[in-house]
């Protein structure tokens, strides 16, 4: 027992100061891009073919990036030459609509909260029930990771559950393979409503690498109507926690491009 | 036993040419793989490629011969619609040749446990995924346990179907598929642009090990020599992969009997192991770090010290934190003797990485098959007896104290120098076997190229492709209850076996 104690006052306090400090990332951490298509110069192909999923879309005076399908790999931006395309470190990536994720060096769309009905049913106390289905376990992994004391996703209010009757909703990763497409169905129907669904990384927005592969779905909008997408491959759990907090509109987001 | 003698003789990571693999007549491969298993050899894989003109099926088979430190390749050709099973000599193949019933709508002939693997939708059959003959145990008071796809906790989905007198398990069966992504067909049909970020998501949290896998095999036909610097860096990420998910494994075994300390502890410091491969890449999986011909990002000197200082500190924090569960008997009572899996079994099934080794098995792609820096910086091999809980938790941490002390000696000595170069076109009819000991075991990838040197064949061998029948028969006889803590101490990859 007197070493358990021990142990706990070596270990010390965790929790990170997040929100009321924002998340310390990693220097390399590769978050939001932002686009110049005014930097674009006419003719030029450097990025061309550089994508794996197609998310840049460049040419004809047009420069995009869908970040429902950016795996964040940097290979763009290592290309560009004319600084067209950056990375920057910010966390913030969720969006409520899928449209709102494509960027155009313009306007950035923030994730708006969740309707007021439905944050004042979730904003105190959401239950969420997790679907995998079909990735490869890194977004499940960065899911879990916010209930280590770290993040301590307890004291949000905000709690994965064993059963979708327990249930406020659906966090789901992965481009739905074809074989998990009827459980998603069966866990969805089995919630109760009213209730949200989260779509978490690339592949559960677009099909992320997988995108256009017969076995598997393109995403979950297809299967299930969508309230927030929350890119990345897989997003940092920091990107998680503010989509899930904007959506309750507990976190406003602060960006500048 | 001089049949072996006809099959080609590969090394890890160094190709052949196509036309040197010997065609075997059906007998002769299966005795010889009979034989070379008998010899403690073990078969890494075994797969079926269709001839030109799709007439035929050739199916390949690469056997990791730890004696004499050699991969031996050979195949043999089927015509018509199946062979006979090679399972009932060797259980090894079991679920290989499962694979290439379904793949390629080949019956094994006397197969005992012929069913889907991954339920593909294509072939001849459709079938419902999860719907098969599963075994039954019949008798008024036995009792059928179904679970899953959609599991309690944030997991990959897999159906799990145990049939039970009362609280004891007499035979688990695990029915998996519901991953299946069509990432094998894709590295061959798909855009090349893609296969390094097919191999970074064979499994999420193997990043480093599948990713490494691919590079070694596309370098080996290349003939291009990675930089000595990349190699170590490379070494250090995937040591580093193996500290995050041993560390996590210790807190979720300790989560599972209700030790919370250690619970909480390992899973800030899985976190902290994963910000650490951050650091290299800005990814806490590894992503964008290894790519062909060396490394996406270099380190410079600030970052090695960084890297460091954190690593000793989480070392010595995780030191404490797993202590508390050597030293609490409650814990230790719980791990003792549950889910036992012999050195036989072990065998009979090919199980890999800690794994085997908490049954005894001395099986290490680092010291067995070396590549890259594995060559010149040897980590001793951790290994146990008892092949229950406690010591697949133990060898854990046996291999969390090298891995550490591995990284930090290479941290010290990085050489200096490039970190990637261009590699060359790829070898033309050829094959290449790639193998490395990622923290669940080792990962196989063997890869054909036809005559322009694009891939013809790209096969993938999880660890946990062998490791999950480990689990099922760790399960005989035990509670039911006992299942978490059994599946935890294996915590075997979905996705990388459903491919
Ligand atoms: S960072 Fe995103 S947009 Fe750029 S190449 Fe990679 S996947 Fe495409």
Redesign the pocket.
């Known amino acids: 027992m007197l070493s358990i104690l021990m142990a706990r006052l070596r270990q010390g306090h965790r929790t990170a100061s997040y929100p009321r400090l924002p998340p310390v990332l990693p220097e390399r951490f590769r978050g939001r891009p932002v686009l110049d298509p005014d930097a674009c110069a006419a003719g030029c192909r450097e990025c061309d073919g550089?994508?794996?999923?197609g998310?840049?879309v460049a040419g004809r005076g047009r420069l995009t990036?869908d970040l429902g399908r950016?795996?964040?790999?940097?290979?763009?931006?290592r290309r560009c030459t004319r600084g067209a395309i950056r990375f920057t470190r910010d966390h913030q990536l969720a969006a409520r609509r899928r449209e709102d994720l494509t960027l155009d060096g313009k306007e950035v769309r923030l994730a708006a909260a969740l309707d007021e009905k439905s944050r004042r049913l979730f904003g105190r106390s959401l239950k969420l029930r997790q679907v995998s289905a079909g990735g490869c376990n890194a977004c499940e992994s960065d899911c879990n990771v916010l209930n280590t004391l770290v993040f301590d996703l307890g004291r949000f209010g905000i709690q994965f559950v064993a059963s979708p009757r327990h249930a406020d909703g659906l966090v789901v990763t992965g481009p739905v393979s074809r074989n998990m497409e009827m459980a998603l169905k069966k866990t969805y129907d089995a919630v109760p409503s009213p209730k949200i669904v989260v779509a978490v990384g690339a592949c559960s927005i677009s099909g992320g690498i997988y995108g256009g592969h017969p076995e598997q779905c393109d995403g979950v909008a297809g299967i299930v109507p969508v309230d927030v997408f929350i890119p990345g491959c897989p997003p940092h759990p920091y990107t998680i926690l503010d989509g899930l907090l904007q959506a309750l509109g507990r976190v406003s987001a602060a960006r500048d491009s | 036993m001089t049949s072996i003698l006809q099959w080609a003789v590969a090394r890890n990571g160094t190709p052949l040419a196509r036309s040197d693999i010997p065609l075997l007549d059906g007998e002769t491969f299966r005795d010889s793989i009979v034989d070379a298993v008998a010899d403690d050899g073990k078969v890494a894989a075994l797969f079926g490629h269709r001839t030109e003109g799709d007439a035929s099926v050739d199916l390949y088979a690469v056997l990791a011969c730890r004696d004499a430190a050699v991969l031996r390749v050979a195949r043999t050709r089927v015509n018509g619609t199946g062979f006979p099973s090679l399972t009932p000599r060797c259980t090894q193949v079991h679920l290989f040749e499962r694979e290439i019933a379904e793949g390629f709508d080949l019956i094994p002939e006397g197969h005992p446990w012929l069913k889907p693997v991954r339920f593909l939708r294509t072939g001849s059959s459709a079938p419902l995924i999860g719907v098969t003959n599963y075994y039954r145990v019949e008798g008024e008071e036995v009792h059928e346990v179904a679970v899953g796809p959609v599991h309690a906790g944030v997991i990959e989905p897999g159906h799990f179907r145990f049939q039970c007198h009362g609280e004891q398990v007499f035979h688990l069966e695990i029915s998996l598929g519901y991953q299946h992504r069509g990432v094998e067909r894709a590295i061959v049909s798909g855009l090349p642009l893609r296969a390094i970020h097919y191999m970074e998501t064979l499994a999420g949290d193997t990043t480093i090990g599948h990713a490494t896998a691919y590079c070694q095999a596309l370098e080996g036909l290349c003939g291009c020599a990675v930089p000595a610097r990349a190699q170590i860096l490379r070494g250090i990420a995937l040591e580093l992969e193996r500290l995050a998910n041993h560390t996590g494994d210790l807190g979720a075994l300790a989560g599972d009997v209700g030790f919370l300390p250690t619970a909480s502890y390992c899973g800030r410091l899985r976190g902290d192991f994963l910000n650490m491969t951050a650091i290299l890449c800005g990814n806490r999986f590894g992503r964008g770090l290894i790519r062909p011909g060396g490394v996406g990002y270099d380190l410079d000197a600030k970052s090695v010290s960084d890297l460091r200082d954190r690593l000793a500190l989480a070392l010595r924090d995780v030191g404490n934190a797993v202590q508390l569960l050597w030293n609490s008997p409650s814990v230790m009572s719980r791990f003792s003797e549950t889910g036992r899996v012999s050195l036989e079994t072990c065998r009979q099934l090919g199980m890999v990485g800690p794994a085997a080794r908490a049954s005894g098995m001395e099986a290490d792609v680092r010291q067995d098959f070396p590549s890259g820096i594995f060559r010149f910086a040897q980590i001793p091999v951790s290994t146990g007896a008892e092949g229950d809980v406690f010591e697949r938790a133990h060898i854990r941490w046996m291999e969390i104290q090298r891995s550490g002390e591995f990284i930090l000696e290479q941290l010290k000595m990085l050489a200096e120098g490039s970190i990637r170069v261009d590699p060359a076109s790829v070898a033309g009819d050829s094959l290449v076997v790639s193998l490395v000991e990622a923290w669940r075991g080792a990962v196989c990838h063997v890869g054909l190229t036809d005559s322009a040197g694009r891939w013809s064949a790209y096969k993938v061998v999880d660890p946990s492709f062998f490791n999950w029948t480990g689990l099922a028969m760790a399960l005989r006889n035990q509670q039911i209850s006992d299942f978490p803590l059994c599946n935890k101490s294996f915590n075997l990859s979905y996705c990388g076996h459903d491919l």
């Open positions: 550089v994508c794996p999923t998310a840049l990036l950016c795996l964040f790999c940097g290979e763009c931006a």
